[in-house]
């Protein structure tokens, strides 16, 4: 059964409690809202053999969340239209298996690879386009590269977090710039969901949904920390919110710089 992901959280939970589905498959964003309705309303008659997970970033808190409503297991795929399904999340913990069967990635930084444990541009060649060839294409992310084989045993390269889309960068008035999530936004586990805008070169805005669970402190220390990354030239603010609209796809744009957006992959 498909669920339009445009529907309104209440009536996407209404319909998967009628149909009562094994396993749920979406955005994690809207899948997010969805648990979080499910959480406040204590609706614990969906069980799913899993959820699956893709198309934009998954943090923490919405795994957490997530996994809460639904007493199920989070799995994160990760895939593009040029690329097809790039990599998969191991059943055994967060890293990624790279489908190397179907695909060659390069992580790229600096124009050289990157070493385990660091991030760069992902360069994928798609095995399996026979009739419009991919070869060393930038799909525009920001990955992580990770062991050459999984603690798993399995033998595949690895990616050990999805960090975003490299086009999405912050250019700032001393001539820096800088990918946003450097700022750590999205491992916050008291954050559920966020947008950080670039209202102006010298003003950048967090529009966030936070937990109950915040405390103060942990408000100001983030706060803190990106204030140091930015410098004193660029002000910065985090706006509380309820919601967080999505695109017209129904994806969540975590992201919202004032650069130019160039050539680049697109999300599935």
Known sequence: KRVSCLLPPTEILRQLREFRPSSINGFPGVIAQVAQLALEIGCTDLRPEYVGVGGEVLTPAMRKNIGEAFGAPVYDVYASHELGVTAYQCRNGPTYHVRDDAVVIEILADGGPVAVG?????????????????????????VTRGPDCCTCGATSPTITAI?????????????????????????????????????????????????????????????????????????????????ISPAPSGKFRPYRGLAPQGSGGTDT
Do not use: C, K
């Open 163 to 243: 960090e975003g889309r490299a086009l999405d960068y912050f250019r700032l008035p001393d001539g820096r710039t800088l990918h946003p999530f450097s700022f750590n936004l999205g491992l916050t586990p008291w954050i559920r969901n966020f947008s950080m805008v670039q209202e102006r070169s010298d003003l950048i805005t967090a529009y966030v949904v936070a937990s109950s669970e915040r405390t103060g402190d942990q408000v100001s220390e983030l706060e803190h920390s990106v204030r140091r990354v930015l410098g004193p030239r660029v002000s910065f603010r985090m706006q509380f919110v309820d919601t």
């Open 118 to 142: 660091q991030s760069g541009e992902l360069i994928g060649t798609n095995l399996n386009a026979f009739t419009m060839p991919f070869i060393r294409y930038v799909i525009g992310d920001v």
